[in-house]
């Protein structure tokens, strides 16, 4: 059995167990400049949807009330998976970040999928009368600059993940372990898609007279964020579960374990996320050279300390391969 590392909080490196943790102040950062962002945003639709009693922009106000809240949900699952594991949560506390930011996705279904549905049905039944269309369109255009920059900086931090896994940036989104990062920017994404379409539907009020478009663009707005909701739902219940680590990946670290001077071959290699960017691996080598068992065990404390100095690997557990044991094979992989 691997000896388990101390848990005193006096270690000399930074979490008290042996190794860095990966750097997460671009993560906070994008969420916070996501929270100023709705907040500023919601305050100044909701001033527009009392002014001109639109539906769309109802549905636009109850979306970025929504997208506010679940900022703040985001910003406990930053805070909250970064800390120190301990005797209690050997494995660390990265599942936080799944647990907040499901509820993050809960909270857009609740709050701005079903009261932009409901209040767009509502309006198609009972119409109500809209006026001042320029405040709305002035609205619109200065959310759509806020949303954008708030869409810009998560969109630069995916693109980064992205170049340095080799994928692209929507790639990066769908798969990255990160919950808040792909939380940031589909639910940016959506805001400005919503926005195109809360324009559509009180453009078309305007130049119609009636109010059916612009009720049918808050239930389109609704059924946007619905969708949206339900995959970051979708996302969150996966990496809960034990979401499988992408071939790529698997591939690269075995690749990586190879080239340890230590090894000569690598027969399994378990992975599984414990957080964000955070992995735990188990794995079965041979050892270069035939060594007595003493000297064999702290080899392979060696390599095993060496492994977890890399920032993802939250914990490393090393066995002896048998002789009978296949060599894994692998190719080029995503970098880990």
Excluded: C
């Excluded at 995916?158 to 798969?175: F, P």
């Excluded at 290699?269 to 414990?274: D, F, P």
Aim: no cysteine; charged share 20%; glycine share 8%.
């Amino acid at each position: 059995m691997k000896n388990q590392p101390s848990q005193d909080s006096g270690s000399g490196r930074p979490d008290g167990t042996g190794r860095r943790r990966p750097k997460g102040g671009e993560g906070a950062l994008t969420v916070v400049i996501a929270f100023v962002a709705n907040l500023l945003v919601a305050a100044a639709k909701t001033v527009a949807a009392v002014l001109t009693g639109s539906a769309s922009m109802t549905a636009e106000a109850a979306h970025s009330w929504a997208d506010t809240g679940n900022q703040i949900f985001l910003l406990i699952a930053e805070r909250k998976s970064r800390r120190h594991r301990d005797r209690s949560h050997p494995m660390g506390y990265g599942r936080e970040a799944y647990v907040w930011s499901m509820f993050a996705a809960f909270g857009l279904f609740t709050a701005g999928a079903v009261v932009s549905i409901t209040h767009g049905v509502q309006q198609l039944l009972e119409p109500e009368p809209a006026g001042d269309y320029g405040i709305a369109y002035i609205v619109l255009a200065v959310a759509f600059v806020l949303e954008g920059v708030s869409f810009s900086q998560a969109f630069r931090q995916a693109r980064k993940a992205g170049q340095e896994r080799g994928t692209s940036t929507l790639q990066s989104v769908s798969t990255t372990s990160n919950p808040t990062l792909r939380a940031v920017f589909a639910e940016d994404a959506a805001a400005l898609v919503g926005l195109v379409i809360a324009f559509l539907g009180i453009l078309l009020h305007q130049l119609t007279g009636s109010s059916i478009p612009d009720a049918v663009g808050s239930i389109l707005v609704g059924v946007l964020l619905g969708v949206i909701a339900v995959i970051l739902i979708d996302r969150n219940r996966r990496f809960l579960v034990g979401q499988a680590v992408s071939p790529a990946l698997l591939e690269s670290v075995a690749a990586r374990l190879a080239a340890h001077a230590s090894i000569e071959r690598v027969t399994y290699l378990h992975l599984e996320y414990v957080g964000p960017e955070r992995l735990y691996l188990v794995a079965a080598v041979d050892l270069v050279g035939d060594r007595r068992e003493h000297d064999v065990a702290v080899a392979l404390r060696a390599v095993e300390r060496d492994v977890e100095e890399h920032e993802r690997i939250e914990e490393a557990v090393l066995t002896l391969s048998t002789p009978d044991e296949p060599t894994l094979t692998f190719g080029a992989g995503a970098h880990v």
